[in-house]
């Protein structure tokens, strides 16, 4: 078995946390493979947030629609994209997927909650008093996972092809 496939493929959005604090070591090195990602003509078009303030995860929380549960966890991260950066959305997805597998890799479950089309982007920006620079384009709630709920995935036959496109397996 290749650890780092095991790590991808043993993902799951884990919504339940233990109330234990993320060891630090960890959150820098997630932080570090996050601002590992590729980026369009190596811009880096990132700003991440690490919130820990019971106050302000409450807060966040409150502001979304489908993240109620960072209220339970011990830390949530905050990815901002700079608006100006072309390819600031793909960039910044691909720095989430690196600090979600990052924290992965250490055990530590945590859920993408949905930020740059979201209403509440904005409300996010200013209660963590970022510069309207910034968008925020995903939070991600992380902690040791109390409970791990399995999502079904579709079948890969019907997902890929090779070469050219035969209409008839879809
Ligand atoms: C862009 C994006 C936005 C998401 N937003 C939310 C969200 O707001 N709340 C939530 O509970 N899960 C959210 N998710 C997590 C998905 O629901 C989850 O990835 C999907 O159900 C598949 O489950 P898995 O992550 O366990 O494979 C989001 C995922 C992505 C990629």
Not at 67 to 84: L, Q, S, W, Y
Not at 149 to 166: H, I, P
Request: with cysteine; glycine share 6%.
């Amino acid at each position: 078995m290749n650890v780092v496939t095991a790590v991808i493929k043993g993902r799951h959005s884990v919504r339940k946390f233990k109330s234990d604090p993320v060891d630090e070591t960890v959150i820098h090195d997630a932080i570090k493979c996050a601002v590992h990602a590729p980026t369009a003509m190596n811009l880096q078009p990132w700003l991440i947030g690490v919130i820990r303030s019971k106050e302000l995860l409450d807060k966040i929380a409150d502001f979304t629609d489908h993240g109620k549960f960072i209220k339970d966890a011990p830390v949530c991260f905050a990815v901002f994209g700079e608006r100006n950066a072309k390819y600031y959305l793909e960039d910044c997805c691909a720095a989430t997927e690196n600090l979600i597998l990052g924290l992965q890799a250490y055990g530590v479950g945590s859920c993408w909650v949905a930020g740059e089309k979201k209403e509440y982007a904005e409300a996010v920006r200013k209660l963590l008093n970022v510069s309207e620079k910034y968008t925020l384009v995903a939070l991600v709630p992380a902690g040791l996972p109390q409970d791990i709920s399995l999502a079904s995935k579709k079948d890969v036959k019907k997902m890929v092809f090779f070469n050219t496109c035969d209409q008839g397996q879809l």
